[in-house]
Protein backbone atom coordinates (compact mmCIF):
# COMPACT_ATOMS: atom_id res chain seq x y z
CA UNK A 1 0.00 0.00 0.00
CA UNK A 2 1.33 3.01 -1.03
CA UNK A 3 2.27 6.17 1.60
CA UNK A 4 0.44 9.23 -0.21
CA UNK A 5 2.81 11.87 1.74
CA UNK A 6 0.94 15.68 1.61
CA UNK A 7 2.69 19.10 1.99
CA UNK A 8 -0.41 21.00 1.73
CA UNK A 9 -0.84 24.58 2.39
CA UNK A 10 -3.94 25.49 1.25
CA UNK A 11 -5.64 28.09 -1.40
CA UNK A 12 -4.94 31.31 -2.34
CA UNK A 13 -6.75 34.25 -3.97
CA UNK A 14 -6.20 33.54 -8.19
CA UNK A 15 -4.16 36.25 -10.23
CA UNK A 16 -5.70 36.19 -13.04
CA UNK A 17 -4.27 33.23 -14.90
CA UNK A 18 -6.36 31.26 -17.20
CA UNK A 19 -7.14 27.97 -15.37
CA UNK A 20 -7.72 24.55 -16.95
CA UNK A 21 -11.15 23.33 -15.61
CA UNK A 22 -11.75 22.33 -12.38
CA UNK A 23 -8.31 23.26 -10.83
CA UNK A 24 -7.12 26.19 -8.00
CA UNK A 25 -4.30 28.30 -8.39
CA UNK A 26 -1.79 28.03 -5.35
CA UNK A 27 1.54 29.97 -5.21
CA UNK A 28 2.76 27.19 -2.90
CA UNK A 29 4.70 24.02 -4.08
CA UNK A 30 3.03 21.25 -2.44
CA UNK A 31 4.77 18.12 -2.25
CA UNK A 32 3.02 14.72 -2.70
CA UNK A 33 4.58 11.57 -3.11
CA UNK A 34 3.53 7.47 -3.80
CA UNK A 35 5.76 6.61 -1.31
CA UNK A 36 9.06 7.62 0.92
CA UNK A 37 11.32 10.24 -0.85
CA UNK A 38 14.62 8.72 -2.71
CA UNK A 39 17.74 10.07 -1.78
CA UNK A 40 19.87 10.12 -4.78
CA UNK A 41 23.34 11.56 -4.88
CA UNK A 42 24.81 12.71 -7.74
CA UNK A 43 27.51 10.25 -7.92
CA UNK A 44 24.90 7.29 -7.61
CA UNK A 45 22.32 9.05 -10.55
CA UNK A 46 21.98 7.47 -13.96
CA UNK A 47 19.77 8.03 -16.04
CA UNK A 48 18.94 5.38 -18.99
CA UNK A 49 17.09 5.41 -22.18
CA UNK A 50 16.53 1.67 -23.45
CA UNK A 51 14.73 0.81 -26.83
CA UNK A 52 12.50 -1.45 -28.04
CA UNK A 53 15.23 -3.89 -28.88
CA UNK A 54 17.14 -3.58 -25.65
CA UNK A 55 19.49 -0.84 -26.40
CA UNK A 56 20.71 1.54 -23.88
CA UNK A 57 22.04 4.74 -24.09
CA UNK A 58 23.41 6.06 -20.50
CA UNK A 59 24.30 9.45 -18.80
CA UNK A 60 25.80 9.87 -15.32
CA UNK A 61 25.34 12.82 -13.84
CA UNK A 62 28.64 14.89 -15.32
CA UNK A 63 27.32 13.27 -18.63
CA UNK A 64 23.93 15.35 -18.71
CA UNK A 65 25.62 18.36 -17.00
CA UNK A 66 28.00 18.34 -19.93
CA UNK A 67 24.89 18.84 -22.19
CA UNK A 68 23.30 22.18 -23.32
CA UNK A 69 20.69 23.47 -20.98
CA UNK A 70 17.35 25.23 -21.48
CA UNK A 71 15.57 26.98 -18.72
CA UNK A 72 11.90 26.79 -19.58
CA UNK A 73 9.32 28.89 -17.04
CA UNK A 74 6.15 26.65 -17.49
CA UNK A 75 2.40 26.11 -15.66
CA UNK A 76 2.27 23.03 -13.57
CA UNK A 77 -1.38 21.37 -13.21
CA UNK A 78 -1.88 18.58 -10.68
CA UNK A 79 -4.50 16.12 -10.33
CA UNK A 80 -5.24 17.22 -7.41
CA UNK A 81 -6.28 20.53 -8.51
CA UNK A 82 -3.67 22.89 -7.79
CA UNK A 83 -2.60 24.53 -10.52
CA UNK A 84 1.02 26.65 -10.31
CA UNK A 85 2.01 29.49 -12.88
CA UNK A 86 5.35 30.50 -14.46
CA UNK A 87 7.92 27.99 -12.35
CA UNK A 88 11.61 28.51 -13.50
CA UNK A 89 13.40 25.20 -14.38
CA UNK A 90 16.66 24.20 -15.84
CA UNK A 91 17.25 20.90 -17.46
CA UNK A 92 18.42 19.03 -20.88
CA UNK A 93 15.58 18.92 -23.12
CA UNK A 94 14.58 15.17 -24.13
CA UNK A 95 15.46 16.40 -28.01
CA UNK A 96 18.61 16.37 -27.14
CA UNK A 97 18.69 12.97 -25.49
CA UNK A 98 16.83 10.98 -27.76
CA UNK A 99 18.46 12.44 -31.35
CA UNK A 100 21.22 9.82 -31.20
CA UNK A 101 18.55 6.81 -30.42
CA UNK A 102 17.39 4.67 -33.02
CA UNK A 103 13.57 3.41 -32.37
CA UNK A 104 10.12 2.63 -34.15
CA UNK A 105 8.57 3.34 -30.55
CA UNK A 106 5.71 5.18 -30.13
CA UNK A 107 5.52 4.74 -26.38
CA UNK A 108 7.49 5.62 -23.19
CA UNK A 109 7.21 4.45 -19.95
CA UNK A 110 9.40 6.54 -17.61
CA UNK A 111 10.80 4.90 -14.57
CA UNK A 112 11.87 6.70 -11.32
CA UNK A 113 14.09 5.56 -8.36
CA UNK A 114 12.10 4.01 -5.75
CA UNK A 115 9.95 2.21 -8.25
CA UNK A 116 7.46 4.98 -9.50
CA UNK A 117 6.58 4.22 -13.35
CA UNK A 118 4.36 6.63 -15.44
CA UNK A 119 3.61 6.29 -19.29
CA UNK A 120 3.39 8.58 -21.92
CA UNK A 121 3.10 8.84 -26.30
CA UNK A 122 6.84 9.19 -27.27
CA UNK A 123 5.85 12.12 -29.29
CA UNK A 124 5.23 14.15 -25.65
CA UNK A 125 8.27 13.88 -24.88
CA UNK A 126 9.64 15.89 -28.32
CA UNK A 127 9.46 18.88 -30.03
CA UNK A 128 10.55 21.16 -27.31
CA UNK A 129 7.53 19.79 -25.09
CA UNK A 130 10.12 17.71 -22.36
CA UNK A 131 13.44 17.75 -19.99
CA UNK A 132 14.96 16.11 -17.95
CA UNK A 133 15.08 18.88 -14.99
CA UNK A 134 17.59 19.54 -12.83
CA UNK A 135 17.10 23.25 -11.16
CA UNK A 136 14.33 24.73 -9.86
CA UNK A 137 14.01 28.39 -9.30
CA UNK A 138 17.76 29.07 -9.42
CA UNK A 139 18.80 25.91 -7.34
CA UNK A 140 19.72 22.50 -7.19
CA UNK A 141 16.27 20.26 -7.25
CA UNK A 142 15.63 18.97 -3.70
CA UNK A 143 14.69 15.67 -3.32
CA UNK A 144 11.57 16.51 -2.50
CA UNK A 145 10.35 18.22 -6.05
CA UNK A 146 12.32 14.75 -7.60
CA UNK A 147 16.09 15.92 -7.25
CA UNK A 148 18.67 15.05 -8.30
CA UNK A 149 16.72 14.56 -11.23
CA UNK A 150 13.07 14.73 -12.45
CA UNK A 151 10.95 14.90 -16.32
CA UNK A 152 9.13 17.57 -16.64
CA UNK A 153 6.28 17.47 -19.36
CA UNK A 154 4.16 20.56 -18.43
CA UNK A 155 1.43 20.01 -20.55
CA UNK A 156 0.07 16.80 -19.10
CA UNK A 157 -0.89 16.52 -15.43
CA UNK A 158 1.96 17.08 -13.04
CA UNK A 159 2.31 13.15 -11.86
CA UNK A 160 3.05 12.59 -15.81
CA UNK A 161 6.77 14.57 -14.87
CA UNK A 162 8.02 11.62 -12.74
CA UNK A 163 10.12 12.65 -10.04
CA UNK A 164 13.86 11.30 -9.24
CA UNK A 165 14.10 9.77 -12.98
CA UNK A 166 16.08 7.20 -14.11
CA UNK A 167 15.13 5.73 -17.54
CA UNK A 168 13.05 5.74 -20.33
CA UNK A 169 12.13 2.39 -21.12
CA UNK A 170 10.60 2.87 -25.32
CA UNK A 171 7.78 0.61 -26.40
CA UNK A 172 5.58 -0.79 -29.84
CA UNK A 173 2.26 -0.95 -27.62
CA UNK A 174 1.53 1.46 -24.45
CA UNK A 175 1.96 0.10 -21.02
CA UNK A 176 0.40 1.86 -17.70
CA UNK A 177 2.47 3.07 -15.08
CA UNK A 178 1.69 3.01 -11.45
CA UNK A 179 -1.05 5.79 -11.17
CA UNK A 180 -2.54 4.67 -14.55
CA UNK A 181 -2.93 0.50 -13.43
CA UNK A 182 -4.68 2.50 -10.43
CA UNK A 183 -7.15 3.88 -12.72
CA UNK A 184 -5.57 7.23 -13.39
CA UNK A 185 -5.73 8.45 -17.50
CA UNK A 186 -3.34 7.33 -19.85
CA UNK A 187 -2.74 10.54 -21.18
CA UNK A 188 -3.52 13.59 -18.44
CA UNK A 189 -4.48 16.21 -20.34
CA UNK A 190 -5.78 19.11 -17.60
CA UNK A 191 -7.58 21.12 -20.46
CA UNK A 192 -9.65 18.02 -21.15
CA UNK A 193 -9.97 16.91 -17.34
CA UNK A 194 -8.65 13.77 -18.11
CA UNK A 195 -7.81 12.74 -14.41
CA UNK A 196 -9.48 9.47 -14.46
CA UNK A 197 -9.90 6.45 -17.17
CA UNK A 198 -13.13 7.28 -18.99
CA UNK A 199 -13.08 10.93 -18.64
Same mark, same amino acid.
Given at each position: ??????????????????????????????????????????????????? @? %????????? /? $? &?????????????????????????WEGVSLDV?LEDVETEA????????????????????????????????? @? %????????? /? $? &??????????????VRGIQLLL???????????????????????????
Amino acid at each position: MPIISRGFHGRRPESGHKLPPGQYETFDFPVLSAGPTPRVTHDDWEFTVTT @E %DGTQHRWDW /A $R &LMALPTERPTVDLHCVTKWSKFGTRWEGVSLDVLLEDVETEAEFALVHSYGGYTTNLPLEDLLDGKAWIAHRYDG @E %DLGAEHGGP /A $R &LLVPHLYLWKSAKWVRGIQLLLQDEPGFWESAGYHDYGDPWREQRYQGD
